[in-house]
């Protein structure tokens, strides 16, 4: 039940996927939409991590903004772990296995995906 309601209030993404590894198939058909649903929320949650960083973002420049992004959730533990969190909660049963079993990789993507998705909003987070 709980599966079919998540799949079910997810943005549908018109993605050919016909010759795709695995990782890049669950990357454009899971990842890519979780994301998309989560954007508002994950956006407000690094605006509350900037905040709480004392308003060092909002004294750099625009290139320092991308690579504060990008920085922010390389290096800090606690802040990839509750992002990475936001969006593996909106996993189903069967796309949780799938993470599971290719975890390093399927993280690495969505890292990625992130910190690209923040530094298109990035003059927005401040």
């Known amino acids: 039940m709980r ?3 998540l799949l079910s209030i997810r943005p549908e993404l018109q993605l050919d996927t ?3 590894t695995p990782a890049e198939t669950f990357q454009n ?8 649903f989560q954007h508002d929320l994950l956006v407000a949650a690094f605006r509350s991590y ?3 960083r004392h308003g060092v ?4 420049s625009e290139k320092g903004k991308l690579d504060w992004i990008s920085n922010s959730l390389q290096k800090d533990q606690q802040l ?4 990475a ?7 189903t049963g069967a796309e949780w296995e799938q993470f599971a079993s290719n975890e390093p990789e399927y ?6 995906m992130l910190i690209q998705r923040l530094q298109t909003v990035a003059e927005e987070l401040s």
């Open 57 to 60: 973002y909002k004294a750099l």
């Open 29 to 36: 058909q899971t990842l890519r939409q979780v994301l998309k």
């Open 50 to 52: 900037i905040r709480k």
């Open 107 to 112: 993280l690495r993507r969505l890292i990625t």
């Open 3 to 5: 599966d079919q309601q």
């Open 80 to 83: 990839r772990q509750l992002m």
């Open 85 to 91: 969190g936001m969006v593996i909660g909106q996993f």
């Open 18 to 20: 016909t010759a795709s």
